[in-house]
């Protein structure tokens, strides 16, 4: 299995607050990516990092943001977390240049309740 | 944008049969891979297949293979002598450059 940890593993917070995910990884890979998971949508691609400090959005990303200090850490940030952000929530990780051609690996993903 | 359609939101199948789960996607790259992953109750996503877009050959990994259309844009899963393990979501994904799109997921159900 890949090397890759997220936390926390699950989270109660209130609408309005602030809330970070964190996605680690110990296989040295290039490419990170947070994905949210939501019944009928299979997974979406939130925001992804191709390099530290080097980061783009995906298909849903309006709420989120992100930071990429190390190649082993990958953050997600909720700013100000409304209901609609009640998710389970993927990191994946892949290794080379040619990212598309390579396979992601999941992280165990972290349920996030939004009251 | 690229779409990935898995129509049979739940499918059964019996212990030691074969079962078949669909998925079209809709593309207009010549280059691209598709993915199947399964996600059993712990949620943990897990590669099961992948296929190479230029490739004619139906990649296969022990008891899963699958169909691979090109021009209809159909990529199929077939699962061999089921096992109650198999039970999960299975997942089709499609992945360019710059795009990774997921389909809804399909339920297998395993009986025994």
């Known amino acids: 299995d890949a090397g890759i940890t997220q936390s926390p593993r699950h989270k109660v917070t209130e609408t309005g607050t602030p809330v970070t995910l964190r996605c680690h990884q110990t296989?040295?890979?290039?490419?990170m990516y947070w994905y949210r998971q939501d019944p009928g949508h299979g997974l979406r691609l939130i925001h992804y990092?191709?390099?530290?400090?080097?980061?783009d959005k995906g298909e849903v990303s309006d709420g989120y943001s992100v930071s990429r200090s190390k190649t082993e850490d990958f953050l997600l940030t909720l700013e100000s977390a409304t209901s609609s952000q009640t998710s389970v929530y993927f990191c994946?990780?892949?290794?080379?240049?040619?990212?598309?051609?390579?396979?992601?690996?999941f992280g165990p993903g972290t349920r996030l309740l939004v009251l | 944008a690229q779409t990935v359609t898995q129509s049979q939101p739940e499918m059964s199948v019996q212990e030691a049969e074969t079962v078949t789960l669909s998925c079209t996607y809709d593309?207009?790259?010549?280059?691209?891979?598709l993915f199947w992953y399964k996600q059993p109750p712990s949620r943990q996503m897990i590669l099961v297949i992948r296929?190479?877009?230029?490739?004619?050959q139906n990649a296969t990994e022990n008891r899963f293979s699958v169909n691979f259309q090109k021009a209809a844009k159909s990529f199929s899963l077939k699962i061999s002598d089921s096992q109650l393990g198999d039970a999960a979501m299975y997942f089709c994904?499609?992945?360019?450059?710059?795009?990774?799109?997921f389909g809804a997921g399909t339920r297998l159900t395993v009986k025994p």
């Open positions: 296929q190479e877009a230029y490739k004619q």
């Open positions: 994946a990780i892949s290794e080379s240049f040619r990212e598309y051609q390579e396979t992601q690996y």
């Open positions: 296989e040295n890979h290039r490419y």
């Open positions: 994904a499609y992945r360019s450059i710059g795009d990774m799109r």
């Open positions: 593309t207009s790259e010549s280059d691209y891979y």
């Open positions: 990092s191709y390099g530290v400090k080097d980061t």
